[in-house]
């Protein structure tokens, strides 16, 4: 497991947001007309955004501040596929609660 540690925190948190961003959309696909390919697609993605989670608990060993984190990035990238790719529409109010949600975690992880 050595090699985990070999690739900084910054390079396995981009790598994992990657695989969650893919999973996120396609699990908006899948929504739309579930299939079976979309399905084992969604899975790989979101194991390979696991294993770049074990892999930023092996470096850190900060679960508090790298949770906020992964919970902030998460949400930014929920954000960006459903109202920017897929152009999802939030009531006022959902804005509020989304900025509230996002201001909460950045507290939080401060």
Known sequence: MNFLLAIPTFAWFAFAMLAYFA????????GGGP????????NIAYTVSTVGWLAIMA?????ILMSMLWY?????????????????????LQWVGVGTTMLSIMLLSS
């Open 72 to 92: 902030l990035m998460g949400g930014i990238v929920s954000i960006f596929v459903g109202y920017i790719l897929f152009h999802e529409q939030l009531s006022t």
């Open 23 to 30: 999973a996120e959309y396609w699990s908006k696909l899948w």
């Open 59 to 63: 470096e850190r060993k900060q679960l």
């Open 35 to 42: 299939t079976w390919q979309l399905a084992v697609l969604i």
